[in-house]
């Protein structure tokens, strides 16, 4: 287990590097090659105090012994040379076994800095170890760094999640196992700890749950060292699961650099148990695989399960992570591929809640189980969904007390023994925990897409019993694509007079689309492929802003990142144009989910036309659509008002200098030119936030820890921040910025100056600055609507999008001047804005309150109510 001082050690050495070497994984392999080559000078030395001899830095090598680069009388840069020297021939040293070879080939050191080399492995040579198991334990918690996405698409599976599909699959002592896309080793490794544990009798077990293999005979210990092997295509990866397979006990691990698509080198080589998270990310241009594939694709994602599924023995298993792509896409190769899978191979897949991988990527995924004999078995696949696995979704990914995983895991199994005995009627999903849901294959056959996403059947079942009768989009509209003419033809453009929509107008006018700031010519429209749309259109967004939906009053033609919805001639009289658009937020969390959420998300056309809506008689529909159009102008004139208003500080000002000067008279002379200017840095002390680093070291789960204060912490329509997202350590806390209660705070990045008041003490990100210690002679709430007005916003605005500066800095900032009546004038001037900002907030009410409404006139429909 992880010492304290050697967890302490590993940081060190990381924190020398950043400043150096600030990518993740290049300091994971600076301070993994360091020390292996400590570890085996460490071996030579104990060699030789037991009577023997060095084995490793011999002959021509033996000058770059640990001792001699330690060598008190080399200078700094003699030292950096022979150490960067010693590494790259490493590879060469015939003294070596081959695995330490090719951990050290393509070796090199990434900087040229004496001062950091020597203290980062004078960091290094305080790791003593007598043995590797030690070294393993260090290792794995340095692993836990490598989670930055990397230029092929990895990013480090969470531990708990590789250990869960482990026991799904469970290996055995004997079986072949396989990670072709291995990473760092971990679905290896994983698999080796689950087979010496079910190989451990009870008496040798620990309270972990953690074996020996007692179990095992040596001969069947000394066979299952052979039995994993592991792929990769980058030797960094390569290299770090080499030393994670040899500090567990490997000391011939079988990992190779090896692309796994584009080589036939090893494609008759076959496993009983495969375990992968593959890399999603396909290059520009795509894969150009050889032609073994069953599936003819060049998308990484489905050559890898292709691969995974024609790799398995005849009774082989295996669980695979990807990407919802493979569970829904319409493209050929992916239904050519889901169709493989449901007939030959798939018995169950796991839904993953999107933030898993959080904070290295929020892409949405699943688990794929296969199993060739099980599969032959069963004429149903079961869905399982995952809501928790134990830790929240947030960046931070801090434990929960949620997690379906244990309970996922037992449903699944009891599935597996019931189909392998014979059994799958007696199979309740019902009434399983997880959504467990069984569907037919052949019903997954329906419509040829093969369709895995489990909540597309259950919505089905769900809506049997429906008030209304259901209809697919496809029955009821033509639906069209949205395209762009090309831009570089002027003529498609200049003096175009047919509109051209795109989510721009949307978010300037509304919903409802009375005109397009772009319109496109004739022969724009004739000689490309963009649809000219008739008026009571509704327009679905299907890329990027998934679900995003408008209603046409005028005729016209959209971009692609819009489909134009029609109600079909025949279904004129049965459905009203406005009433399928009071429809459509009903699709947004359908289409984001069926678009897996991911950076730029996709729904086609085919996908859209199996969406499903009730169909009420049109009569219905029309008094649905007269209540929520009441709802609606309700909302409209709220928000009206409520966009409009600004707190008019400036007439505020002006008339209270009236008020002020016919009760003072003898002020006259002295105000002619208006209230007194004062600059913010002569009333106030103003400082720029501070984040210590690195911040995850800092951030705790203590609840008595100090507010760390970022700018997600801050709300546009409020004035105050009474609450943080997070919390720091204390000594985190020594290197931020403090503020209290009663504080300013103004932003200086987004949202260039807007300004809040503290309700709580704590510590600023660098992304604000406080304005401490105000004297007792200004009304807080009155600088906050002076920063707030007009006027000074945009004289923030000028200073932090000038040339000189891109953001605010302190002394621009202490230079802004600001008027400053007395303190009972600034008080007046507050009681008359918050009287006009709690009508404000009633009109806000009043908006969420008749949106709440409109929902549930919707429910209703949908039979959700």
């Known amino acids: 287990m992880l010492d304290a001082e050697t967890k302490r050690r590993i940081d060190t050495a990381r924190d020398i590097l950043v400043g150096k070497v600030p990518d993740p994984k290049s300091q994971v392999e600076q301070i993994t090659i360091a020390l292996i080559y400590k570890f085996m000078d460490d071996m030579d030395r104990e060699s030789v105090e037991m009577g023997g001899k060095r084995g490793f830095f011999i002959g021509e090598y033996e000058k770059y012994s640990w001792s001699s680069i330690f060598n008190p009388y080399l200078g700094g840069h003699e030292m950096l040379n022979l150490y960067a020297e010693a590494i790259t021939r490493m590879s060469q040293n015939p003294n070596l076994p081959e695995l330490f070879r090719n951990i050290f080939k393509n070796a090199y050191l990434p900087y040229r800095d004496p001062e950091t080399l020597k203290l980062f492995l004078k960091t290094i040579n305080e790791f003593t170890y007598d043995h590797s198991e030690r070294l393993g334990d260090a290792f794995e918690y340095l692993l836990l760094v490598l989670g930055s996405q990397g230029d092929a698409g990895q990013f480090r599976t969470p531990r708990h999640i590789i250990d869960f599909m482990v026991e799904l699959v469970g290996p055995k002592k004997n079986d072949l196992i396989l990670d072709p896309a291995c990473g760092t080793a971990g679905f290896l490794i994983s698999a080796y700890k689950y087979i010496v544990r079910e190989n451990t009798s009870e008496k040798y077990r620990s309270s972990n749950g953690n074996g020996i293999g007692d179990l095992l005979t040596p001969e069947e210990r000394k066979k299952l060292l052979t039995n994993f092997k592991g792929y990769d295509i980058s030797p960094d990866m390569v290299r770090i699961s080499l030393v994670n397979m040899y500090l567990h006990g490997f000391v011939d691990p079988k990992i190779f650099e090896y692309d796994t698509l584009t080589s036939e080198d090893r494609w008759n080589e076959y496993a009983d148990v495969i375990l992968a998270n593959p890399p999603f990310m396909t290059p520009k241009g795509g894969i150009k695989p050889h032609k073994r594939f069953s599936v003819q694709s060049n998308r990484s994602e489905v050559l890898f399960v ?33 169709k493989m899978l449901v007939e030959k191979y798939l018995y169950a897949v796991v839904s993953l809640p999107a933030g898993v991988f959080q904070p290295y990527s929020g892409v949405k995924t699943s688990i794929l189980l296969m199993d060739k004999a099980l599969s032959k078995k069963t004429d149903s696949i079961l869905f399982i969904k995952i809501e928790n696995d134990g830790f929240d979704l947030g960046a931070q990914r801090r434990p929960i007390d949620k997690n379906d995983l244990p309970d996922a895991l037992q449903v699944i199994r009891e599935y597996i023994d019931k189909v392998r005995n014979g059994k799958a009627d007696e199979f309740n999903a019902n009434e399983k925990p997880c959504s467990a849901l069984l569907v037919k294959k052949e019903r997954l056959a329906e419509n040829g897409e093969y369709n895995l996403t489990g909540d597309r059947y259950r919505m089905v079942e769900k809506r049997k019993h429906q008030k209304w009768q259901m209809v697919r989009l496809g029955e009821v509209c033509e639906i069209y694509n949205g395209s762009t003419p090309n831009r570089n033809i002027k003529e498609y453009w200049e003096n175009g007079t047919i509109p051209w929509f795109t989510i721009e107008d949307l978010r300037r006018q509304g919903r409802i689309i009375y005109n397009t700031r772009q319109f496109i010519t004739q022969k724009g429209y004739n000689e490309s492929s963009v649809k000219l749309l008739p008026k009571h259109s509704v327009l679905l967004c299907c890329t990027a802003s998934i679900g995003e939906y408008a209603f046409t009053e005028i005729e016209l033609t959209t971009n692609q990142q819009f489909n134009g919805l029609v109600v079909k001639e025949s279904f004129r009289d049965k459905l009203f144009p406005k009433y399928l658009f009071y429809c459509s937020p009903k699709f947004k969390t359908e289409l984001e989910r069926l678009s897996g959420k991911a950076t730029f998300g996709f729904v086609s056309i085919a996908t859209l036309k199996n969406l499903q809506i009730p169909l009420p008689p049109l009569e219905v529909q029309q008094e649905i659509v007269a209540e929520i159009e009441g709802y609606q102008k309700i909302i409209d004139g709220c928000r009206q008002v409520i966009d409009a208003w600004k707190p008019d500080v ?200 008749y949106e709440e409404k409109i929902k549930r006139v919707i429910d209703r429909v949908w039979g959700e109510e």
């Open 306 to 338: 292709d691969y995974i599924a024609e790799h398995l023995t005849p009774n082989g298993r295996a669980a695979v992570i990807v990407p919802e792509g493979i569970i829904f896409q319409s493209a050929n190769a992916y239904k050519q591929l889901r």
């Open 650 to 849: 400036e007439t505020y000002l002006d008339e209270e200098l009236k008020t002020y000067l016919a009760e003072h008279p003898e002020k006259q002379e002295e105000l002619s030119s208006g209230w007194p200017m004062v600059k913010l840095g002569e009333v106030c002390e103003i400082e720029r936030g501070s984040s210590p680093r690195p911040i995850n070291k800092f951030v705790t789960n203590d609840k008595n820890g100090i507010n760390w204060i970022k700018i997600g912490d801050a709300f546009s329509s409020s004035i105050y921040i009474n609450y943080t997202k997070e919390k720091i350590t204390p000594e985190g806390a020594k290197m931020s910025r403090k503020v209290s209660v009663g504080d300013l705070i103004l932003s200086n990045s987004m949202s260039f100056g807007k300004p809040y008041i503290l309700n709580i003490d704590g510590c600023i990100h660098d992304g604000w600055l406080a304005l401490r210690n105000i004297p007792k002679d200004i009304d807080k709430l009155y600088l906050y609507y002076i920063l707030s007005s007009e006027i000074i916003s945009k004289e923030f605005q000028n200073l932090a999008t000038g040339g000189v500066v891109s953001n605010l800095n302190t002394k621009l900032v202490k230079s802004v001047e600001i008027p400053l009546p007395p303190l009972e004038v600034q008080s007046r001037i507050v009681d008359k804005i918050e009287s006009e900002r709690k009508v404000i907030d009633s009109l806000r009410e009043m908006v969420k309150i």
